[in-house]
């Protein structure tokens, strides 16, 4: 008699600017096996909207939460795309989208993701590979909420919107070039 062990999935909860734009890459990488987007490490008692959010006041920051099986890719891999796909120098603004809803940010539920996000942004610090210092904060996940129902999939579902086409697209571009061997299906 045979079994299958169950998978064992890891979460860990990303804010890279604009969450259409984490969630589009994630969305199509091995080892990922959820990509919600959401709402972290905000004030609100209750469940914020997205337009309580755009307001910048609520201490939220948009976020997308992985769920990865560390057996197809590491937590450090899920960073280093991170990295990739937004800048992690610049303070609360992604591009144009500008606010504290835009900071970037790591939001672990375990340890040993925080000693891998910390270990990950003194290298890149140390080897000045950006020019400027990572503002990236890495903070315990708290107060998480799904984003309403239309931001889910969004670039997938609205490609040939004016945002998706001129800012989403082009990241998912560049993520495909720089890791094609972490692409589902390669």
Known sequence: ?????????EMITLGGGCFWCT???????KGIVSVE?????????TRPTYEQVCTGKTGYVEVVRLGFDPEQISVAQVLEIFFTIHDPTSLNR?????GTQYRSGIYVEEDAHRDVANDLIRDINDSHVLG??????VESLRNYWPAEDYHQRYFENNPNQGYCAAVVGPKVDQF???FKSLLIGQ
């Not at 992604?94 to 500008?98: I, V």
């Not at 400027?132 to 904060?137: A, G, L, R």
């Open 1 to 9: 008699m045979s079994h299958t062990a169950a998978r064992k999935v």
């Open 23 to 29: 969630e589009a890459v994630f969305t199509q990488v």
């Open 37 to 45: 987007s959401g709402y972290a490490n905000g004030e609100l008692p």
């Open 94 to 98: 992604q591009g144009a989208d500008t």
């Open 132 to 137: 400027k210092p990572v503002v990236t904060e």
């Open 176 to 178: 495909k070039a720089t």
